[in-house]
């Protein structure tokens, strides 16, 4: 009951300092429709300014709808104030960011997180969200430490380390029909509802307020909640809708107010507040220090600032190398956040998000980026990055570009692993970061990224294997539990050689050249397309592994791409246009847009019909059949007024293609870039080339990278 009482008068405080921006959100509402939130940050925060020479993280995703919370509609604070005056009037505690009125050790209401939810959506300035996270996190650290893991994973929308390969996204269909049963409305109802607004959380929300209740529901706690959610999403089969409809509906009928609404949103796997993984760090960061000054009787309301950003930089650098929060938290609330360094690091078993590459144009693009260093030139396969994880247990586990746990798809690999150690070597455990291509053991060749991808992605079975893999390895990152990362390249290669061997046909290095001049790298490049390879990766001999960066120190030389913009794009389908003569009745054309993981945002990129087969007509239209949505989604960024990006139809984001194009310019129809151009970039004569099956639609070419793509090209 005090507890109650507590929130009551929290809350109400809360409301007090926020009606002015909550009057604004109604009159915000009015004026922007769904299909064209103009958002305009008008605070440009240290994160905004770093992302430029930051890489986007690969992420997992490949359910039809994306897991990461994102925001689609910030509102337009009316007055204007800079970076500096609101960390100013942060310090001196002017803006109201408290959240929380936590009890002690007593379980943590889900009404109170979806409050820090509402909180959060209604606010624009990322600083200022990171604040309330972080004095949330903080009065959840003093009362019960335990559930921050569990409140962080609800807050990101996932359901536990990418690797897990856990993870929500349920359909409209399923939702719609929990909504009905739990609030008594008729489908037809939620369905106009639908149509109108694009926000089911809303209407569920809505549709629960209307209810008048006999008895008050027991309120939901927020571990029952995330149990409730693992449930869902581990449960497979015949009967797994009408369990997963019924858990819905018990939770739906203990909901009030905006529990509804990010209830829902969560089941979609979009709960589109606007929190993504870089801001968790931050609060995570500044929210442990507080706590460890509180804990040692000194004043956290003075932290000095460089402390502040040594513990992020140290948050964010270890969540790179362990991607996984609840490692973290218990290494920084064990030896301090100050020495997370030092305690923690990468460590067979858990995927480190890989290092990345940057896009080169010429051959003497790559002598001027390098000039007077020492570089090699390496092989670039064609077929799906595996980071190879060896476990001091003998286990064998193999990651993804995106940090998902693919071991169930390379038994073969794992059955031959121990033959690739060389013999008399010690190798108790390593981390391997490799490409695994598509191998004709008859030919003894290399085959086309097309053939890896009809393999099975789970489930596989030794005996049932049609599609032979080799492993190229290119870098060795732990061995026997020691880091290697921080290491120069020629120094981690070497090492690499000295303890594996190869087995031509099923594991080999990268070919590689150490190379000086124009002429020679120009006939290594020819060469390694005559081998099957798509072109070169250039990497600076004195370069560390940088973990998730897409780093300049690693460059592609792709041949293909040579006359054009230097590489491909991946971009997601959100729409499709009826097919005329021989494509009637399939899809004859897309609409396509990328994610921004700023904004949490689609913003369209192009419309395309060119390189399509017949076969992929056909197998595309029955892929995307079943992800048609009535409108588009709230957060998908397009010019309503243009035929030429209003589809006949639209989708879930959920395909990822792969597109090559002569050359990107400046388009008043299209959203990819707008922000910073005014129009939008858009890609000239577009061709299809294929599916990114290994891609989900957040791990789409980001419009920072087609920013710079563009960028690249006007100067050249
Ligand atoms: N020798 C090599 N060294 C490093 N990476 C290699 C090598 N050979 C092949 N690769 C692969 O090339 C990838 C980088 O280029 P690619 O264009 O294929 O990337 P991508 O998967 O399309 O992602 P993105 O375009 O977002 O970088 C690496 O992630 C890796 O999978
Ligand atoms: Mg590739
Ligand atoms: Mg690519």
């Not at 926000?199 to 209810?211: K, V, W």
């Not at 904004?599 to 369209?604: I, L, P």
Request: hydrophobic content about 30%; charged content about 30%; overall charge positive.
């Amino acid at each position: 009951m005090a507890k109650q009482q507590t929130l009551a008068r929290f809350f109400t405080s809360m409301k007090k300092n926020t009606s002015k921006s909550v009057k604004e959100t109604d009159d915000q509402k009015k004026s922007d429709t769904p299909k064209s939130p103009e958002k305009k940050k008008i605070i440009k925060d240290e994160e905004d300014q770093q992302k430029q020479q930051k890489s986007v993280v690969g992420k997992r995703s490949r359910s039809s709808s994306p897991s990461r919370s994102s925001s689609p509609k910030k509102l337009k604070p009316s007055v204007q104030i800079s970076d500096e005056d609101l960390k100013k009037e942060l310090a001196a505690d002017k803006i109201d960011t408290k959240v929380a009125g936590l009890e002690k050790s007593k379980p943590i209401l889900y009404s109170l997180l979806c409050k820090t939810f509402d909180k959060i959506e209604q606010e624009s300035s990322r600083l200022k969200i990171i604040e309330i996270v972080s004095e949330f996190f903080f009065e959840v650290l003093q009362n019960s430490p335990e559930s921050l893991v569990t409140i962080i994973y609800l807050s990101i929308n996932k359901l536990g380390p990418d690797y897990d390969n856990l993870e929500l996204g349920l359909g409209e269909t399923l939702l719609i029909k929990s909504i009905c049963e739990s609030t008594g409305r008729s489908t037809a109802t939620i369905k106009a509802n639908y149509k109108e607004t694009g926000d089911l959380g809303s209407i569920a929300q809505t549709s629960r307020s209307r209810q008048s209740l006999m008895f008050k529901p027991k309120p939901l706690t927020i571990e029952t909640v995330f149990k409730n959610l693992k449930e869902i999403a581990e449960s497979t089969g015949s009967a797994s809708q009408s369990k997963k409809i019924g858990i819905i509906v018990r939770m739906l009928s203990s909901c009030n107010g905006v529990e509804a609404k990010f209830l829902i949103r969560s089941l979609e796997g979009k709960l589109r507040i606007g929190l993504a993984d870089k801001s968790i760090l931050l609060a995570l960061a500044k929210s442990l220090l507080s706590f460890e000054y509180q804990k040692q009787g000194k004043n956290y309301n003075k932290i000095d600032p460089s402390l502040i950003s040594d513990a992020e930089l140290q948050i964010k650098d270890t969540f790179n190398q362990v991607s996984n929060y609840e490692v973290i938290i218990k290494a920084a609330m064990e030896h301090g956040v100050l020495n997370l360094k030092d305690n923690v690091s990468l460590q067979p078993g858990i995927p480190l998000k890989p290092m990345l590459a940057k896009p080169t144009k010429a051959i003497t693009e790559i002598l001027d980026k390098f000039s007077n260093t020492n570089f090699t030139c390496e092989y670039k396969y064609d077929g799906e990055r595996a980071q190879i994880h060896l476990l001091s247990d003998g286990k064998v586990k193999i990651y993804s570009r995106n940090s998902e746990d693919m071991t169930e798809r390379y038994p073969d690999l794992i059955q031959a692993l121990s033959n690739f150690i060389k013999p008399g070597k010690s190798v108790k455990s390593l981390i391997l970061d490799s490409e695994a291509v598509a191998w004709d053991r008859v030919d003894k060749k290399i085959l086309p990224f097309q053939v890896l991808t009809t393999r099975k992605r789970k489930d596989v079975k030794l005996e049932d294997i049609k599609v032979q893999i080799c492993v190229f390895a290119f870098d060795l990152l732990c061995l026997n539990d020691e880091p290697l990362i921080h290491k120069p390249f020629n120094e981690r290669r070497a090492i690499m050689m000295d303890h594996l061997q190869i087995t031509p046909g099923q594991f080999q290095f990268a070919t590689y050249k150490n190379l000086e001049n124009i002429e020679e790298i120009q006939q290594f490049l020819d060469q390694s397309i005559k081998d099957s390879c798509e072109g070169l990766m250039i990497k600076l001999m004195s370069s560390t592994y940088e973990p998730s960066q897409r780093s300049s120190n690693w460059l592609k030389l792709k041949k293909d791409y040579l006359q054009d913009i230097g590489d491909s794009i991946d971009l997601v389908c959100l729409g499709g246009y009826h097919g005329k003569g021989k494509r009637t009745g399939k899809y004859g054309g897309f609409l396509l847009g990328c994610y921004n993981p700023d904004s949490g945002e689609y913003e369209t990129t192009c419309k395309i019909g060119t390189g399509f087969s017949d076969e992929d007509f056909a197998s595309l239209s029955e892929k995307l059949v079943g992800t048609v949505i009535s409108q588009p989604k709230t957060y998908y960024r397009y010019d309503k007024d243009n035929s030429k990006s209003s589809p006949d139809v639209w989708f879930e984001p959920n395909l990822v293609f792969e597109i090559r194009t002569a050359d990107l310019s400046l388009s008043p129809v299209y959203k990819t870039g707008a922000d910073k151009y005014g129009k939008g970039i858009s890609l000239r004569f577009p061709r299809f080339i294929r599916l990114r099956d290994d891609k989900g639609p957040e791990d789409s070419t980001s419009p920072d990278q087609i920013i710079e793509l563009y960028e690249s090209q006007v100067n050249i």
